[in-house]
């Protein structure tokens, strides 16, 4: 199975990424990509900006073991992850979940699996530029609800 | 030794990294209430308050897992990632 880990500053292109994917997973029927991206609001007020910082090493790491733990539920041609750091502008693109199966159903789980498990598990986090001045981003019972939700 | 801090915890420690010198191992509980903010306050009675997570070698641990004395310990809030 391939995989591909990239925690980075500079942007990333869907384009590049699909290519990536078919070349190096071989025949897969079917490839789910997530993309998520900078908001302009939050909490109801405008954002104007967002500062993302990681633990370097760690985070590597988390995000391979929840490719593994993937991998492990389903049968994948390849998985890439690339997500970004440092500043960002409304609208940028965040981070990248791309996988590929022989089938979609296969490729539709493992990829919501994976942002899932990204959210809640790995040594991320968000700063953001507010219009009084800058608050770190707080974790969200919803979304760690979402990720427990694959454990039942 | 050595402790870091991530995200809102590195600016309330006011840097993003320690060193301590343990004479035996401990647990990461213990660590916590060695380790003071600028006002004096421990990051164990902070935690009483806010939730701050752990890792010890890159590994998420809770409060009874043990710290040697040349662990990488991190204290940072909970990730907002993705």
């Known amino acids: 199975m391939y995989r591909s880990i990239l925690i980075q500053v500079e942007d990333f292109s869907l384009d590049a990424a699909l290519a990536e994917l078919k070349m190096q997973s071989g ?19 405008a954002v104007g900006g967002l500062y993302l910082e990681h633990y370097p090493g760690m985070t590597e790491r988390q995000l391979d073991q929840i490719v593994d733990e993937a991998a492990r539920r389903w049968t994948l041609h390849g998985a890439m992850v690339v997500h970004r750091i440092g500043h960002l502008k409304p609208g940028d693109n965040i981070v990248l979940v ?15 699996m994976i942002m899932d498990y990204l959210k809640t598990n790995a040594t991320f986090w968000k700063k953001e530029s507010i219009p009084d001045g800058y608050r770190w981003v707080e974790a969200r019972s919803s979304d760690e609800a979402k990720a427990t939700a694959w454990d039942a | 030794m ?12 006011g840097r993003s990294e320690i060193e301590i010198v343990l004479e035996a191992p401990t647990t990461v509980g213990a660590l916590k209430s060695m380790i003071k903010l600028p006002n004096g306050e421990t990051l164990n009675a902070v935690s009483r308050t806010q939730s701050i997570m752990a890792a010890v070698d890159q590994e998420m641990v809770d409060d009874l897992a043990m710290v040697s004395v040349a662990s990488e310990v991190a204290f940072f809030p909970p990730v907002t990632g993705g």
């Open chain 1, 27 to 45: 025949l897969a029927g079917g490839l789910c990509f997530f993309t998520g991206a900078v908001r302009n609001s939050n909490l109801d007020e």
């Open chain 2, 2 to 13: 050595k402790v870091l801090f991530f995200a809102a915890l590195r600016e309330t420690m």
């Open chain 1, 98 to 112: 791309a996988v590929s199966a022989s089938h979609r159903g296969e490729a539709f789980d493992a990829c919501e």
